[in-house]
């Protein structure tokens, strides 16, 4: 039900989970890695937090030269919780990707050293109105990309190239954190299209603010499994269902076979308590009334060939009556 990246992907997405909270949610089915991370399609990296906007100040000719640093090589002295920042040779700013918590002192640092910086707050749709877009998207010049590789996984690279003059690198931050989308989310945009607010998505946002001030709910019984095999399959939906849990087994098939496309999973939770499966524990299916609420129904598909290298049980939780008997594997052709 879902895909896993490749390439650069594969890298960028080890970089972003190594600074995710340890109980981060895992990626949902049927939503794909730039979705789960909320990374601007036309960026190709970012996630989903608050809009940091981050333009270069220049000198008073505009031609976007950066401010000093510092000694070349030799990190600048970091504000409290912020990664530290590095003046290359070329005269660019180097960081690592920051750790959700550090990013209003890095902020705050860029700010020191003549970065001009605001931040543009998530907010779920309720509170926002602001559509994502706008953003530059991949840069034919890899030298002009803001996420470049490093002897540590990625940096952020801020110059003249990355972040030309009237654009501005924008980092998203929620003041909700850990609710809400996971992640850090970046991206250049002209800075006249800044937007003042960013859009989380994540499903049960409103409620769990609101739940915030309200008493903890119990979930009831927890069972927790480990993700089963196709040979385990039957075992385990017989046992879950012995346990009262409402669980469905859907089969993969050509076009040809059958007529439902799939979809209509849970996207990703505003409550990570919320989540099926979680970082970094991801093959561990945590089932209770919060992860599987009265109404639905956690489904797994079964592979077309289970006996396949390299066959796996897609997993996921869709409302009862939107359950089908089978779903169309489209790499089986018709």
């Not at 110059?159 to 501005?168: A, E, F, R, S």
């Not at 346990?243 to 990703?268: D, F, L, N, W």
Request: charged residues 20%.
């Amino acid at each position: 039900m879902s895909t896993r990246p490749r390439g650069f992907e594969d890298r960028l997405k080890a970089a972003l989970l190594a600074r995710l909270p340890e109980e981060a949610p895992a990626p949902a089915p049927a939503r794909s890695f730039a979705r789960r991370y909320g990374i601007p399609l036309a960026v190709g990296v970012a996630t989903a937090a608050v809009v940091a906007a981050m333009t270069l100040a220049g000198d008073s000719g505009g031609n976007g030269s950066l401010p000093a640093v510092g000694p070349t090589g030799s990190p600048s002295p970091p504000a409290t919780g912020a990664p530290e920042i590095k003046k290359d040779p070329d005269g660019s700013l180097r960081f690592q990707l920051p750790k959700h918590d550090q990013i209003p002192a890095l902020v705050d640092r860029l700010k020191e050293l003549g970065v001009q910086v605001s931040l543009v707050p998530k907010r779920p749709p309720s509170q926002c109105s602001e559509l994502d877009g706008g953003y530059r998207g991949p840069q034919a010049d890899s030298a002009a990309e803001i996420m470049q590789g490093s002897a540590d996984g990625f940096d952020f690279k801020v110059n003249p190239k990355t972040v030309p003059p009237g654009h501005t690198l924008a980092i998203s931050w929620a003041d909700y954190h850990p609710l809400g989308e996971q992640g850090i989310g970046f991206g250049v945009i002209e800075t006249s299209k800044v937007p003042s607010c960013s859009i989380d998505y994540s499903e049960g946002l409103d409620e769990a603010l609101k739940a915030r001030s309200e008493p903890p709910k119990d979930p009831g019984k927890t069972i927790e499994i480990p993700a089963p095999e196709p040979g385990e399959l039957s075992e385990v939906v017989r046992s879950l269902q012995e346990q009262g849990v409402s669980v469905a087994v859907i089969e993969k098939k050509p076009a040809s076979e059958c007529t439902h496309v799939g979809g209509g999973y849970r996207g990703p939770q505003a409550d990570p308590e919320a989540e099926l499966s979680r970082h970094p524990q991801r093959s561990t299916l945590k089932i209770n009334s919060k992860t599987v609420p009265p109404g639905y129904t956690l489904v797994f598909s079964k592979p077309a060939r289970p006996s396949g290298p390299g066959a796996t049980v897609g997993y996921g939780v869709k409302e009862t009556s939107r359950v089908t008997p089978c779903e169309i594997d489209f790499s089986l052709g018709g």
